[in-house]
């Protein structure tokens, strides 16, 4: 079993800055990939970014390029997402999940376990 914990959301103001963490916990993550995704109200899940745990390849959104950044550290078994000058239209519940097998990052039918989500809010 695997549990994921997301922490670092928060309210900002547009043009600002957070860090969201990711601790993920139950398993060695071999070979397999994590992702970020968020959900607007009234919108569909949709993905954000996702970093490979071997090698450290990142995908991005268009969206979100330019702006965000996906990083990892193993030992901690924790993936992160900075989030840099940060848009009202930014605003959702963000969520990181982890797969165990190769595939689509940006399917969220791939991914096997899910976080509970935090909120991030931006003013304008």
């Known amino acids: 079993q695997v549990q994921l914990v997301e922490s670092g959301g928060g309210l900002v103001q547009a043009g600002g800055s957070l860090r969201l963490s990711c601790v993920a916990s139950?398993?060695?993550?071999?070979?397999?990939?994590m992702g970020w995704f968020r959900q607007a109200p009234g919108k569909e899940r949709e993905f954000v970014a996702a970093?490979?745990?071997?090698?450290?390849?990142?995908y991005y959104a268009d969206s979100v390029k330019g702006r965000f950044t996906c990083s990892r550290d193993n030992a901690k078994n924790t993936v992160y997402l900075q989030m840099n000058n940060l848009k009202p239209e930014d605003t959702a519940v963000y969520y990181c999940?982890?797969?165990?097998?190769?595939?689509?990052?940006?399917?969220?039918?791939?991914?096997?376990?899910w976080g509970q989500g935090t909120q991030v809010t931006v003013s304008s």
């Open positions: 999940a982890a797969s165990l097998r190769a595939g689509l990052v940006f399917s969220t039918t791939q991914y096997d376990y």
């Open positions: 970093i490979m745990w071997t090698g450290g390849t990142t």
């Open positions: 139950g398993r060695t993550f071999t070979g397999s990939f």
